[in-house]
């Protein structure tokens, strides 16, 4: 097969480059040639195309090999340049051949010329693979550069006694070491002291011949900060010997403080949801006991012999309703009445209140941003929230100390939301209460919101487990900063309403006549509670048609002639809930009011937990007097 060949002759004599043409044709080249005797020429013969080869004459009146061989360099191309003469001597053509020629031909004998070209070529493109390569190697090299400088996880070697032998930015960055300082320690410096052994071990393993493995270990900074990192670690062989090991450390802090929070929140989650329930089967035994004890204070001469022990009764009872209805509240199963609320002026309202309940050595400071926005918000929740959390500060400041209540605008932005687990970002107005107590530990600080967790030797550590449940069930949040010896601080988080209506202001409570004659459809299937309501609502004058089920109160409402004026029913009762009951009823007597009550609520009833406009609830456990109140108060609507 004929072979292409492309020469191009730096030759001022057109015979002598006619006569090369010849011997290359008849070689069987499929010859493109081209001749120049000028630098000019030669460049722009050079910058038109490719050649495989340079044939040099070694002096011309204008240029001469030398010169030519300078362009070549100068633009540089590698082209194998051979030199084709009829004059030159050996000294000046080992002097050529030093300035970059790879041979020297003369022209009367040509036997050489083909084998010259063809090694050459052959030696070109060698030289060109072999260039290629190193400028691969070249950009990998600086490729794998760049990735390890640029890498966001820390990228280190060391060698296998743990002393340094690199580091990339990142572990400068997150360690807070320079390169230098990094390079004269040794792996058990910055690795946390608990860690020691397994960082050891793991290196044993490799030895051993293990297989790879990630490992979870924490390094100090050079601050003393505790960064947590997860460990990917190789072997390094030199002739096939190990005499280091490379490892990739990525930060894992923050992840870790994630799922600490989403462990912590599904704790909450599950402990919330017990709590609820036994609320729920209290709430229940709590009505009737303290219900049953209040009908017969009413009823017994105080100097009866018995009226003392039913006082403690009824006392107990109070007490433990108190406690249920703060399991409630942390379970967020506690019924809201939310209102547009000023949070400013309820902390100017409770002020006076909060310095007789704190005392005298610790100074209480308010600290009121003006043009708060408004919050939705139940506002005795509201008050309970400011009051536990001002309790808790002052048992934390038993020498006495500062309080300092603050309100302010705040935005939490996507970036607090993605490191506080069950924020949503957005507008808010904040609470904050801080102290200049003993503060408390990190341990302490993670079990604070559990129900009945209390470092005080008398409480029931249901307090800051209420500010939890209040804030969450609310929409809002509350996060704690403290260290031991430094204090404590609590913010409370609740979303901007951004409603302009007017800050609620509580209403004067006015006593009202509370007897009547009305008659009240009474629908509630456990017993005991269905007796007492029945017993309290007869004392008062109503007529109380009584029903286990919602089936049953059908049938009354079917035979009854005249009118019922309210219905007073349980809000989940078996086969008929409250409100499917209610709405049956409806089209038979369209005259008739209606009060749920639970000690536990439903989806079906409530919705997000929170009362529907319009939807009267009575709270168990209640007390008699609570309960005609409720139903006075409806039937005077």
Request: charged fraction near 25%.
């Amino acid at each position: 097969m004929t072979q292409r060949l492309r020469v191009l002759h730096i030759e001022d004599s057109e015979r002598d480059q006619a006569l090369l043409d010849r011997h290359l044709s008849r070689a069987g080249y499929d010859l493109v040639a081209e001749r120049v005797e000028t630098a000019e020429a030669m460049r722009a013969a050079l910058w038109a195309q490719p050649w495989d080869v340079i044939l040099c004459d070694y002096s011309m009146p204008q240029f001469n090999a030398l010169e030519a061989l300078a362009v070549l360099h100068e633009m540089g191309l590698d082209i194998p340049f051979i030199i084709i003469s009829g004059t030159v001597g050996e000294e000046v053509a080992v002097a050529a051949m030093r300035a970059g020629a790879q041979d020297y031909l003369m022209k009367d004998n040509l036997v050489r010329l083909v084998p010259t070209i063809e090694r050459e070529r052959r030696e070109a493109e060698h030289r060109r693979a072999r260039h290629q390569a190193e400028k691969e190697l070249r950009d990998s090299e600086e490729r794998y550069r760049d990735l390890v400088e640029n890498a966001r996880d820390i990228i280190y070697t060391h060698d296998l006694k743990g002393n340094y032998t690199s580091m990339n930015k990142a572990g400068e960055l997150i360690t807070g070491l320079t390169h230098e300082e990094a390079m004269k320690m040794n792996l058990t410096q910055t690795v946390a002291p608990e860690y020691i052994e397994k960082a050891r071990q793991m290196m044993v393993n490799k030895l051993a011949g293990g297989a790879p493995t990630i490992y979870d270990l924490e390094i100090i900074a050079k601050d003393g900060r505790r960064i947590a990192v997860e460990v990917n670690t190789r072997l390094i062989y030199q002739d096939g010997v190990p005499v280091g090991v490379q490892g990739i450390a990525r930060d894992v802090t923050e992840r870790r403080q994630l799922e600490e929070q989403l462990r912590q929140a599904q704790k909450m989650e599950a402990v919330g949801r017990l709590a609820g329930g036994i609320a729920h089967d209290f709430n229940n035994l709590l009505t009737v006991i303290n219900g049953y004890s209040e009908l017969a204070l009413m009823q017994l001469d105080p100097d009866a012999p018995l009226y003392h022990h039913l006082e403690e009764i009824h006392k107990a009872g109070e007490r433990a309703a108190a406690l249920t209805r703060q399991l409630l509240v942390f379970s967020r199963k506690q019924i809201l009445q939310p209102k547009v609320l000023d949070l400013n002026t309820i902390v100017a309202e409770m002020e006076k209140i909060l310095r007789r309940v704190i005392g005298e050595d610790i100074e209480l400071r308010t600290v009121l941003a003006s043009g708060l926005g408004y919050v939705k918000a139940d506002p005795g929740q509201v008050e309970q929230v400011m009051m536990n959390l001002c309790v808790n500060a002052r048992d934390a400041m038993p020498q006495g100390g500062k309080l300092t209540i603050e309100t302010a605008n705040v935005e939490l932005d996507d970036t607090y939301a993605k490191y506080h687990l069950g924020v949503t970002p957005g507008a808010h107005v904040m609470l904050a209460v801080s102290d200049t107590g003993i503060g408390m530990d990190a341990e302490t600080q993670k079990r604070i919101f559990e129900p009945f967790f209390t470092t005080k030797e008398l409480g029931t550590g249901l307090g800051l487990s209420t500010v939890y449940g209040i804030a969450r069930q609310s929409g809002g949040s509350v996060w704690v900063y403290s260290e031991p010896g430094r204090g404590t601080t609590f913010k409370v988080y609740w979303p901007h309403c951004g409603e302009g209506a007017p800050a609620y202001q509580p209403d004067a409570k006015v006593e009202e006549a509370l007897r009547g004659s009305e008659t009240i459809l009474l629908a509630e299937d456990e017993e005991m509670v269905r007796q007492l309501a029945r017993a309290v609502l007869e004392m008062y004058g109503y007529q109380v048609l009584e029903a286990a089920n919602g089936g049953a109160a059908l049938l009354i409402c079917e035979r009854h002639q005249g009118p019922i004026q309210l219905l007073l029913t349980d809000v989940v009762m078996p086969e008929m809930s409250g409100r499917e009951l209610a709405n049956r009823l409806e089209p038979l007597h369209p005259e008739m009011r209606v009060i749920y009550m639970s000690g536990y609520t439903d989806d079906a009833i409530v919705h997000h937990r929170v009362l529907d406009s319009g939807l009267s609830f009575l709270q168990k456990p209640f007390t008699p007097l609570a309960l005609v109140r409720k139903v006075r108060e409806v039937l005077d609507k």
